[in-house]
Every structure is written in structure tokens, then in C-alpha cells.
């Protein structure tokens, strides 16, 4: 009786709480095949709340109240479409059958996300671009970002600067290396999770022509997030243990005003790996105000402070004395751990943003945007003094074992230092007592903490304009300029109990200055001061872009332009004692023209057979890293310097069917006159350098091809089958220039370097990946996916493949050379091929209005320590002579990282 009286009351206060609610509703269907169209996005536009099609289509939107609203269905692989929406005071209002049509280059709602490996990028990992862009509903891009790039795989084996990316038109990549610096924004996934536009490879875009890589732009507004508060936590074992994020968005009110708020912390006392930390937050706030149907002014702000340690990469020799876990750049400092290597990034940015509807066919958008804060890493220096790191080479046992040394005694010494643990990590009170030794002496600090800085202060100004010339053909028209002033210095973080540093090169020769500002000599240095070097970059930007887009029955054309030019100085503000006339003050300007070309076509023969033909032709300016080669001591440059031409084509067949789609598609990229830029020893026959090496002239070639395949087995079961298989080399033999202290004027021309048909280092080039997944009609689901990877390659010493590397410029005798040992000795590296198995697991729950996840997934279920991410040839071994003894080769060998075996991320959220 209880019960049933419970029962009647609970139905009369829902009654009572649904009375004046209306509720809308409908099914969203494909066009061409009629069939239901799961998990596409529906937007009621003026209050910004979204909700997912189901397994059947079904939307639904609860408490809607009385006014004029525009519904608008997105998706992956479907054109936008758009329906006006009267409410009034009725209880419902169903809507029925909504039709959508397939289109495989619509604007794509997808999902970035990145791997740790590209917040933990450091000047020796190349910044992976693991899973940059390439996670979307698309088969191919979806697995290649979430099961292969787990492991360092790269789309194409593309560089992260091919990628442009955007906030609400503003270009976010670097102007030091072309680069996306994504930790800017790290922990805003609510913001980020769906952009407004994203391209894949030579897609068109409505908002720049784009590199070949894709653009991807983020539209902030919060009319166009869900309108919801979201709370989430994540627990993992990887760079952070713990994450914690909360938004709140009202969507836009009745008042025409809109308010964003959404904050982050991720952080870990110890990462995956001994002695790295992470500490990050983030904040971003969001502002609209429409003021009528035709203007709509937005404010963006938003950064992403962090601190990290980084880890070390080793030779074979370490891991095998030390373990595959092992990181040199830590040590114990009064019983905790202490890391030479902190990165450091807070760079803030706000934008306001106006959005014109000048009529029903045409819009401008129009941003101004200010972004400022530092980029800076610290580690150890010292000044008349040994070089700290257990990993020098001093403490190998093989160097004890190198012809001329012959010294087995203390080799083994070494050896069982390393194995039992006594030795291995920095060693910090000894830096503090031979510190204290100078103290005493009144000289000069032996040891210090020095933090490199990169402080950009950027101002732009982009306005795009979009209109209709006729109900079938769109016109883009979009100009940007940008002003970027970067400020370049090392500063003392930290004396380590030194009273001073001094400010002298201790590398200096006899009879040299030594002094790295001779404008104020022998300087004594103190915490907070800039030393060793300081400049400015100042580099200016514009462009101007315009495309057209036509739409038939059978056909869509697309073709764009965009001409741009860029321009750089740089400003010394010390005057280095090798470089009085390159050093100090402003340097001459360095100005590039540059133009590119895309047209895209899309042949529809019938609603389930397509193919998509993609040209792009474009050139490059070099980057402000490229054109300053050396920039930290002088303003040289190499002599010819030329923009880098990319010509690109792509040819796709696409295949839909109700329960089965499937793309094929084959690529070709070539990259002409682009350079590579890199720091190192260099041990020749002839000297030793500490350098900075260029090459210039750089061609490199990418083909291959991609396949992928999804076949829906049953309503709730669905198989992925995808593959790339490609192939990327360096295509000819690059000019070879090293930039160095030690070299007269600066430079020195080394003429070619022998790269052609060597593998570019760019991750696995070739992937494979086979998925099963279940969902269940009870909203949980369960998948396992089986990855193989191979052609995975060491990044090769341009220098050992020289003339000098075997002293033929100076010997051109050949005679002493054998040539099998030399191709043995240049023979590139090749990693393993591994397998991997990814699992990943979740559930959803719905009361009322509230929402509910859990998910899981688990990488390297197998626990595959063996597989090598990635590494690169030291450059330190740069003579025939020396790399013929076994031991000099095991010292000098090449550094790499390996993973880490199985890793997990738990993440539970709840929205309302």
C-alpha cells in the first residue's frame, strides 16, 4: 500500500513538473539511403544546447520554451543542414523525418587529442605531432589519432608545422618554427572538443588555403557549446596521475548575453618516469553578447600555466646499465628529487571577435587578438668546470675500453657503479660544495641553473568574409596580418649557493675577450640576470586568401589562393667577441613573397560511390630558427637562402553503404628546398665543434596509400580494418652548412651531405590496425583493437654523410677507406616491428536532464617494453677513423626513448 501511494505521488509531481515544458523531437535520416544516422550533432543555435542522435536517430530537446529557434545537424560526412523552429505552448512538437545529405568533405565536428609525448616535447624529440589533427568520425583519421598515434605514428609522416591551426580565425603556429604549441591551451578539452572546421590532408577549408597537413578551427562563442555545466575527473599513469576539469556555459539568453567559464588541473608528484613532475592548470573565459540578428561581439581569453620535468633520452649502453625507466636529468637534493630539465610555458591570449550577418547570404567575421608569456627550460651550466651529467661520456664504461684508452680496470669500475645503483644521477651536493670551494676563493660560480627564455608578444588582425554568388557557389574571401616581437635570453634561475657567474665564454682561445657582451665586460652575473645571450626577433606577417566553391548534382569544385608575405629582422642587444659587427643591433631584413594553390574536386556518382581528386601547390618563407641560424651569438645567414615549394595531390575512393564504408586513398607530397636545423658536438679528424649544422636545399618525399573499412556486423557490433603503408625519404643531397664558434666568420660551407633515399624520421611508416567494438542498446560499450607498426627509423648524422666525415676534403686519397665497412657504419637504423593491443571500455547514464560517463582505456595491454619510440644519431661521432672502433660507436651511439609499456586513463564526468 506504501509503495502504490509512493508511486501515485511521484506520478502526480511529474506531472506537475513537466506542465508548461515542451519538448521537441525528431529523427534524423540519411537522404540517399534512408536509413537513421547515429551520433550526429543537433544544435538549438540560440540557447547553444546540443544533444547526439541515438542508434535510431532520435533527438530530443526538453524544456523548450516559447520563441523562434533554428535547429542545426552537423556531422562527420554530412553537409550542415539547418531548420527554423517555432515554439509555442504546446506540450510537444515532433518534427518527424529530418534528411541530411552524405558529403565526405563537409566540415568535420571532430574530437583533437593529443598523446603526452607532445606536452613533454623537448629540443631533442622533434616535437611529435602524434595524433595532432587526425581524430574525427573518419575511420582512417579516428584510429590513426586514438590506436596507432598512441605510439608515435604520424598521419603521412607529416611534421606538426604542416598542420595550421585556428581560434576563431587566428593562426596559432609558432613563427620560430612553424610549429603549434598545443600545451598553450592543454586541459580546455571542453572548449576544444568539437571545432567548428577540420580538414584532413588537402581538404578544403573556408578559413585559410591551409598547409597539407589540414586546418582546424576553433569557433569559442558560447552559443555554439553546450549549454551545460560539466564536471569531470581522470586518473592515469602517464606524464599526470590526476586530472580535474569543470565548465559551466549558459548558451545565449534571452538577453542576448552568453557566458563561458571552464578551468583544469592536472598534476603529478611523479610521472611514469623517476624524477618528472607535472604541474598544470588552466582558465578560459568566454563572452558574447548579441546585440540584434546582425552583430554578435564575442571576447576570448584563456591560458594554460604548467610546469613539467622532462625526461632524458640515452643510449643503448644506459639502458642496458640502467633500465629502459631511466632519466639522467634528475638527483637527490636534501632527500627529494630534484630535475635540472623544467619546461615552463604561460602564454596567455585574448581576442575579441565580431560576427556580422550583412544579409541572409553573407557574413563577415572579423578577430583582433594580443597573445603574450614565456616559454623557458632550465638546465645546468657550468663555468670552468666538468660537465655534471652521469651520462657524459666520461662515465661510460666503453670509453675505457676506446683505442687509446685501454683501461679495462676502470671500465669495470663504472660498470658496477652503474648496475648497483651508486652512481647514475646528478649529484647536487657536490655542484653545492664545489660552489662554496669558489665562494671561498672569491671566483666565479662553478655550476648554475641557467632557464632559457622565449617571451612572444603577437598581435593580429584576420576578418573573413563568406558569401553565396549564386544558390550553388560560395565565395571566401579572408585577409590576415600579424606582428610578432620575440624576445630571446638566458637568465640565472638559480646560483646553487655561488655568490656570482660570470659572464665569459671559458671556451674562449688565447688571447680572446671571451665576453659575450663586450659592451659591459666581466660582468658578474647574478639570479635574474640575463647572461651568455639576448635578442630579438621581429618578424611581420600578412595574407591575403580567396576560394569558390561550386555544388552540382555530380560534382563539387573547389579552388583557392592565397599570396603572403613575411618579413624578419633580428636585434642584438649584446655583442658578442667573435661576432662586433653580427652581434649588436639591428640586422639587415630578410623579406619573402610567397603564393599557393589548391582545387579539390568531388565526383558523386550515386549516394554511395564518390571520388575525391585533391591538388595543392604552395611555398614557404623559411621560419625565424631557419633564417638566424646561430641567432644566440650572431645575426649570419646562410647565402641563398629561398622559400621551400610543396606540391601535393591525393585520389580517393570513397564507398557508403547502409552498413559498410570504406576509403581508399593514395597520396604523393614533395618538398622542395626546405631546410633542418640542429645542435651537437661534432668529433672530426680535423677539430671538434660545438655547432649549429643546416642543411638547405632539402627535398623529401612522402607517397603512400590508406585504406579503411568499417562494417556495422550487427546493430550493435562493428569491425575497423585500416592500413598505411607509406614511404618517406629525403629525395636529394642537401647543401651542408654548420654554424659554429670555432669556424672563421662564423660558418663554413661543407658542400653536399649524401641523404638521398634515406628514411625520413617521422614515426612507424608503415600501420596497421584491426578493432571489434560492441555497443550495447543500454548505453555501454567495449572495444579491442590489435596495432602493428613497422619502418620505424633513426633519425641519421647529416654530418657523417660528408666528405669530412671521412676527411676526403682535405685526403682525397680513398685508398684507406674500405668501402662495405663504410656502408655498414651509415647504414640507417631501423626499429623492431611490434605489436600493440589497446582496450577501451565505458558507460553512459541518463537521469532526466543529468548526465553520466565512465570510460576507460588501456594502451600496450601486453605490456611491450621492447618497442622504440623514436631516436636519432648523436652527432658527436663525425669521422671514419673514430666510428671504426666498436667501443667509440657504443659511446657515442644514438640516443633514443623507449615506452613505457602499458598505460591506462580513467575518466569519469557528469553534465547537467
Same mark, same amino acid.
Given at each position: ?21 515542451? %519538448? ?13 544516422? +547515429? ?71 571532430? /574530437? ?164 618528472? #613532475? ?262 611581420? +606577417?600578412?595574407?591575403? #586568401? ?10 563539387? =569544385? ?34 619573402? =613573397? ?13 549516394? %554511395? ?88 636545399? /632539402?627535398?623529401?618525399?612522402? #607517397? ?167 631516436? #636519432? ?40
Amino acid at each position: 500500500m506504501n509503495k502504490l501511494l509512493l508511486s501515485v505521488v511521484f506520478v502526480i509531481l511529474m506531472g506537475i513538473a513537466l506542465m508548461g515544458q515542451t %519538448r521537441v523531437s525528431g529523427i534524423v535520416k540519411d537522404a540517399s539511403t534512408g536509413k537513421e544516422v +547515429y551520433d550526429l550533432s543537433v544544435l538549438l543555435v540560440e540557447t547553444g544546447e546540443e544533444v547526439r542522435t541515438d542508434r535510431i536517430g532520435y533527438f530530443q530537446f526538453v524544456d523548450v520554451k516559447p520563441g523562434t529557434y533554428t535547429i542545426r545537424i552537423s556531422g562527420t560526412g554530412y553537409s550542415r543542414m539547418e531548420q527554423p523552429l517555432m515554439v509555442g505552448n504546446e506540450n510537444r512538437i515532433e518534427l518527424g523525418d529530418l534528411n541530411v545529405q552524405f558529403n565526405p568533405i563537409s566540415d568535420t565536428l571532430g /574530437v583533437i587529442t593529443l598523446t603526452e609525448d607532445e606536452l613533454d616535447d623537448d629540443e631533442s624529440s622533434s616535437q611529435s605531432s602524434v595524433g595532432l589533427l587526425q581524430s574525427s568520425q573518419d575511420v582512417f583519421a579516428s584510429t590513426a589519432a586514438y590506436d596507432l598515434g598512441a605510439y608515435w605514428f604520424r598521419v603521412r609522416g607529416y611534421d606538426n608545422k604542416y598542420n595550421d591551426v585556428f581560434f576563431n580565425g587566428v593562426k596559432m603556429n609558432k613563427i620560430d618554427n612553424g610549429r603549434v604549441t598545443f600545451n598553450n591551451w592543454g586541459g580546455l578539452n571542453d572548449i576544444t572538443r568539437r571545432p567548428s572546421e577540420l580538414t584532413y590532408g588537402l581538404e578544403p577549408s573556408s578559413t585559410a588555403l591551409g598547409d597539407i597537413g589540414g586546418v582546424t578551427n576553433f569557433d569559442t562563442r558560447p552559443s555554439t557549446l553546450p549549454k551545460r555545466t560539466s564536471l569531470s575527473y581522470s586518473f592515469t599513469n602517464r606524464s599526470y596521475r590526476n586530472r580535474v576539469m569543470a565548465t559551466y556555459n549558459t548558451g545565449l539568453m534571452n538577453n542576448g548575453w552568453g557566458f563561458t567559464v571552464s578551468g583544469s588541473r592536472r598534476w603529478a608528484e611523479e610521472g611514469r618516469i623517476e624524477g618528472t #613532475f607535472y604541474d598544470a592548470w588552466a582558465y578560459y573565459l568566454g563572452v558574447e553578447k548579441k546585440f540584434n540578428d546582425r552583430h554578435t561581439l564575442h571576447l576570448t581569453a584563456f591560458g594554460a600555466p604548467n610546469r613539467r620535468a622532462t625526461n632524458s633520452p640515452n643510449t643503448q649502453e644506459v639502458y642496458d646499465l640502467a633500465g629502459t625507466d631511466y632519466n639522467s636529468y634528475w638527483g637527490w637534493q636534501d632527500g627529494e628529487k630534484r630535475s635540472e630539465r623544467v619546461r615552463k610555458t604561460h602564454e596567455p591570449i585574448a581576442m575579441l571577435t565580431h560576427h556580422w550577418n550583412i544579409g541572409n547570404n553573407s557574413k563577415l567575421l572579423t578577430s583582433v587578438a594580443y597573445q603574450m608569456g614565456s616559454d623557458s627550460g632550465t638546465r645546468l651550466d657550468w663555468y670552468k668546470a666538468n660537465n655534471p651529467s652521469p651520462t657524459y661520456y666520461r662515465n661510460m664504461p666503453s670509453f675505457y675500453l676506446q683505442s687509446g684508452q685501454d683501461n679495462p680496470a676502470m671500465a669495470e669500475m663504472f660498470t658496477n657503479m652503474w648496475k648497483d645503483g651508486s652512481f647514475g644521477q646528478l649529484d647536487w651536493t657536490s655542484l653545492y660544495g664545489m660552489n662554496h670551494l669558489r665562494n671561498l676563493a672569491g671566483k666565479s660560480a662553478a655550476y648554475v641553473l641557467a632557464e632559457d627564455f622565449q617571451d612572444d608578444k603577437t598581435l593580429t588582425v584576420s576578418t573573413n568574409f563568406k558569401t553565396k554568388i549564386e544558390s550553388n557557389i560560395d565565395l571566401v574571401m579572408a585577409v590576415t596580418y600579424q606582428n610578432t616581437k620575440s624576445e630571446n635570453y638566458r637568465e640565472i634561475a638559480d646560483l646553487l649557493g655561488g655568490n656570482f657567474f660570470s659572464n665569459v665564454d671559458d671556451f674562449a682561445d688565447a688571447g680572446q675577450s671571451g665576453q659575450f657582451d663586450s659592451m659591459n665586460p666581466d660582468r658578474e652575473v647574478k639570479e635574474g640576470d640575463r647572461y651568455e645571450y639576448d635578442y630579438e626577433i621581429n618578424r611581420q +606577417y600578412a595574407d591575403f #586568401f580567396i576560394q569558390t566553391k561550386a555544388n552540382w548534382d555530380w560534382l563539387t =569544385w573547389t579552388f583557392g589562393a592565397t599570396v603572403s608575405n613575411t618579413s624578419f629582422y633580428r636585434e642584438g642587444n649584446f655583442q658578442h667577441y667573435l661576432y662586433m659587427n653580427d652581434s649588436y643591433g639591428k640586422s639587415k631584413t630578410y623579406d619573402f =613573397w610567397n603564393f599557393g594553390v589548391k582545387t579539390n574536386f568531388l565526383f558523386k556518382f550515386d549516394g %554511395r560511390n564518390f571520388i575525391a581528386l585533391n591538388g595543392q601547390y604552395s611555398t614557404n618563407a623559411p621560419t625565424a630558427d631557419e633564417v638566424f641560424v646561430n641567432a644566440r651569438g650572431n645575426s649570419l645567414s646562410v647565402p641563398d637562402l629561398k622559400n621551400a615549394q610543396i606540391m601535393s595531390g591525393e585520389l580517393s575512393y570513397i564507398y557508403r553503404a547502409p552498413r559498410v564504408k570504406a576509403k581508399a586513398t593514395g597520396f604523393y607530397t614533395l618538398a622542395k628546398d626546405e631546410m633542418e636545423k640542429s645542435f651537437g658536438y661534432i668529433d672530426n679528424e680535423a677539430q671538434t665543434y660545438f655547432a649549429a649544422e643546416l642543411l638547405n636545399g /632539402v627535398d623529401k618525399q612522402y #607517397f603512400g596509400t590508406e585504406l579503411a573499412i568499417e562494417a556495422q556486423v550487427t546493430t550493435a557490433i562493428s569491425v575497423t580494418a585500416v592500413a598505411s603503408i607509406g614511404q618517406y625519404t629525403y629525395n636529394n643531397n642537401p647543401d651542408y652548412y654548420l654554424f659554429s664558434d670555432d669556424l672563421t666568420g662564423g660558418y663554413k660551407d661543407f658542400g653536399k651531405t649524401y641523404l638521398k633515399d634515406y628514411k625520413l624520421s617521422n614515426g612507424p611508416q608503415q600501420g596497421y590496425s584491426l578493432g571489434i567494438e560492441y555497443r550495447s542498446p543500454n548505453y555501454w560499450w567495449l572495444g579491442v583493437s590489435g596495432n602493428y607498426l613497422m619502418a620505424n627509423y633513426f633519425d641519421v648524422s647529416p654530418f657523417n654523410r660528408t666528405r669530412d666525415f671521412a676527411d676526403l676534403a682535405n685526403n682525397p686519397d680513398t685508398n684507406f677507406i674500405d668501402e662495405g665497412t663504410l656502408r655498414s657504419l651509415l647504414k640507417q637504423h631501423q626499429t623492431t616491428d611490434e605489436f600493440m593491443l589497446n582496450v577501451n571500455v565505458g558507460k553512459t547514464f541518463r537521469f532526466g536532464k543529468y548526465n553520466m560517463g565512465i570510460s576507460g582505456t588501456v594502451n600496450n595491454v601486453l605490456n611491450n617494453k621492447n618497442y622504440i619510440t623514436s631516436g #636519432f644519431e648523436q652527432m658527436r661521432g663525425g669521422s671514419y677513423q673514430n666510428m671504426l672502433d666498436e667501443n667509440y660507436r657504443t659511446t657515442f651511439g644514438p640516443k633514443m626513448w623507449y615506452d613505457q609499456g602499458i598505460s591506462y586513463f580513467l575518466n569519469v564526468y557528469f553534465r547537467f
